[in-house]
């Protein structure tokens, strides 16, 4: 079963990058957009119209539905400060970004045991040196929503990873690359990064050259004992490389995002890009970064951080730049990113994923300079930062901040990506404890008792047992009362409760809940509902039938199977 985004097949050397994604709408649709790059020296245009969604079901890729895709805007996105544009037709150099929206759509499909694919497809791949007859295969950018326990895709219930960072396309040999894509999820699933194989005609890999993979994208040591290998990050999505002297060419790179909630695959999202290396006049080396200078919390040092929910986290960092380049200082730029940013970088109540924000003081970007440029980072984390909404209960999140330092060198600017990693830690959930009794005294009120939980955290996460009662074993049950200390495993609910007594009439039935977790909020589900036992008699005259419920269906652990009747003689 797959979806795929198809055009007419028309050439389309002048393609040499995209990536696919898609967002959840409150109202339950999905949204699919299209990201496509064209090299601007190619003497051919993307056409704006003509493409469209088709959803194919099934073994047999049956058509579901098709939906046209609209373009959004247009962008050019020729690296900046050189003087160039996209009408200078530069090759390997001008380039030119296209972003395709669908309408809103609800999908009544069920992702199969392989997922559900998202494609798009067209003729014909650009040459490039490390794919085998590259020309002769479709362009091929997939993406795939993941079954997650069983459920269908209406309502929607997952948005794909989106990068946020434009893909780089030119770099100088010699020159050293450290770049990330800056892949947001805003359901906060957790996201794992990997290189991936280019697909072509059907969706096939397509064979690589000899030396290169799609481990191996770009000229590494399998090709000369010196060069070295580029590599991802799996968890940050850092790339880092360093290009050979004087080697120059074109080859294709395509990265893979996988999110995932409760250990689960969900989605994977694909980029693919050619990356063009050519060779530079004199010598350029990246702006240097220092390691976060970090004030809260104290004694930290490197780019990850963990934190409890409710710590503030402040640091700062520089870049430097202190290259001369034709008897003149660079200009340094700073620019920065990252889903948990307060608007303008400067507001911690909005702008930003979940407020409160993270900001920026002493330096917002974007700004230049020559020589350094320092910020000073700040957020004030709280329980908002844990999502606890998930199916599985996560207590963590992390939250990646990227700072990036370009020069002014032509004709392609060296820069230096950093990614600041903050996770934040919630409070444990606390279990609910097994239930023991519910006697019933006889002016009516009922002790309840249950063996005590275990807390070992410091600072202690438990908040309190919370007393649940109802006069049906469905409920509704409302709430009736709390114990406080940890170690205490019985409470007394008599007739002068405050929200409502024990009824005489007939059986109460009791869950015993935990309150702990970030900001004591997280209410545990009850192990199982307990009863007061109510005893009827029938008087027979002779004899009496005595009838009673259970304390609980199926019995506790801590039960004996059977019950003691107690008779009282007349006179005591």
């Not at 409160?356 to 000073?376: Q, R, Y």
């Not at 509902?529 to 199926?554: C, R």
């Amino acid at each position: 079963m797959f979806v795929f985004l198809q055009t007419r097949q028309t050439k389309a050397e002048h393609i040499i990058g995209g990536d696919i994604y898609w967002k959840c709408l409150p109202s339950g649709e999905f949204e699919f957009y299209l990201t496509l790059y064209r090299d601007c020296s190619v003497n051919s245009l993307l056409s704006a119209s003509g493409h469209s969604i088709q959803l194919l079901a099934g073994d047999t890729d049956t058509l579901f539905q098709s939906l046209p895709l609209t373009l959004q805007s247009q962008t050019d996105v020729t690296p900046l400060g050189c003087g160039f544009t996209c009408a200078d037709e530069l090759p390997n150099i001008s380039v030119e970004e296209f972003l395709f929206k669908s309408d809103p759509i609800a999908l009544n499909i069920t992702p199969g045991p392989t997922g559900l694919d998202v494609v798009y497809r067209r003729c014909c791949r650009n040459s490039v040196d490390n794919l085998q007859t590259a020309v002769n295969q479709e362009i091929y950018y997939s993406a795939t929503m993941y079954p997650f326990n069983g459920q269908g895709l209406n309502p929607c219930f997952d948005a794909s990873p989106e990068f946020a960072e434009r893909p780089t396309s030119l770099l100088c040999s010699g020159f050293q690359l450290q770049y990330n894509s800056n892949a947001i999820d805003t359901d906060l699933d957790s996201l794992s990064y990997e290189f991936a194989s280019a697909l072509g005609n059907d969706g096939l890999p397509i064979f690589y050259t000899a030396g290169y993979s799609g481990n191996s994208p770009l000229p590494g040591p399998t090709l000369d004992p010196s060069y070295d290998d580029i590599t991802i990050d799996p968890v940050t999505g850092q790339i880092n490389y360093n290009a050979p002297p004087g080697i120059q060419g074109r080859w294709t790179v395509v990265v893979a995002v996988y999110s995932w909630r409760c250990g689960q695959r969900i989605s994977k999202t694909i980029r693919e890009m050619s990356v063009t290396i050519i060779p530079c006049n004199g010598t350029n080396d990246i702006p240097s970064v220092s390691s976060p200078a970090w004030t809260a919390p104290v004694g930290v040092t490197g780019y990850d951080v963990t934190v409890q929910a409710g710590d503030l986290v402040n640091f700062s960092i520089t870049g430097t730049d202190n290259d001369i380049v034709n008897g003149n200082a660079q200009t340094l730029e700073f620019t920065a990113a990252g889903s948990q940013f307060g608007a303008n970088f400067t507001n911690a109540n909005s702008g930003c994923l979940n407020p409160p924000c993270a900001t920026l003081s002493n330096v917002t970007p974007p700004s230049t300079n020559v020589g350094a440029i320092s910020t000073e980072f700040n957020w004030q984390t709280t329980c908002d930062h844990i999502a606890v909404q998930d199916a599985c209960g996560s207590f963590s999140n992390t939250y990646n901040f990227i700072f990036t330092y370009r020069d002014d060198f032509c004709p392609t600017r060296a820069f230096n990506m950093v990614n600041v990693s903050v996770t934040v830690v919630g409070e444990p959930i606390i279990p609910s404890p097994q239930p023991h009794c519910a006697s019933t005294a006889a002016n009516g009120d009922i002790t309840l008792s249950w063996e005590p939980v275990v807390d070992n955290t410091v600072p202690q996460s438990f908040f309190e047992y919370a007393i649940y009662h109802s006069t049906s074993p469905n409920g509704p049950f409302q709430e009736v009362g709390a114990v406080g200390n940890i170690s205490i495993g019985t409470y007394l609910h008599d007739a002068g409760n405050a929200v409502t007594p024990p009824s005489t009439t007939g059986p109460n039935y009791y869950e015993i809940r935990t309150r702990s977790g970030c900001g004591d909020s997280q209410l545990e589900p009850a192990i199982a509902v307990i009863s007061s036992i109510f005893l009827t008699v029938t008087d027979n005259m002779t004899t009496a039938d005595l009838s009673w419920n259970a304390v609980s269906t199926p019995n506790f652990p801590s039960t004996g199977g059977l019950y003691d009747v107690w008779r009282l003689e007349p006179g005591g």
